[in-house]
């Protein structure tokens, strides 16, 4: 059993930054890879960033690249996403998601997502 708790969401204009945090809970699960998604209103959700276990592998969307950048903390079971020049179609919910494989965290197929944490980008 993993819980996974979003946090750092806000309101900032376009071009600041903002760093989410996503704690994980639960007795195994330093063993999952992490990864985040966002759900724009009357969009689909889409995959933004995802990190391995150990944190030796990411991947991003292309639509982040250059931009955000996913990492392991220090503090353990928790992943951050760094998010840097911010635009406005940025805005979204974004959600935290965890599964033994960082493929089927890429895919969205994952047993463990976060309840989102609301980004919102002025412009």
């Known amino acids: 059993q993993v819980q996974l708790i979003e946090s750092g969401g806000g309101l900032v204009q376009a071009g600041d930054s903002l760093r989410l945090s996503c704690a994980a809970s639960?007795?195994?699960?330093?063993?999952?890879?992490m990864g985040w998604f966002r759900q724009a209103p009357g969009k689909e959700r889409e995959f933004v960033a995802g990190i391995t276990a150990v944190g030796d592998v990411t991947e991003y969307a292309d639509s982040v690249k250059g931009r955000f950048t996913i990492a392991k903390e220090n503090v353990k079971n928790t992943v951050s996403l760094q998010m840097n020049s911010l635009k406005p179609e940025d805005t979204a919910v974004y959600y935290c998601?965890?599964?033994?494989?960082?493929?089927?965290?890429?895919?969205?197929?994952?047993?463990?997502w976060g309840q989102g944490t609301q980004v919102t980008i002025s412009s």
């Open positions: 998601a965890a599964d033994f494989q960082l493929r089927t965290v890429v895919a969205g197929i994952v047993p463990y």
């Open positions: 639960g007795r195994t699960s330093s063993n999952y890879a």
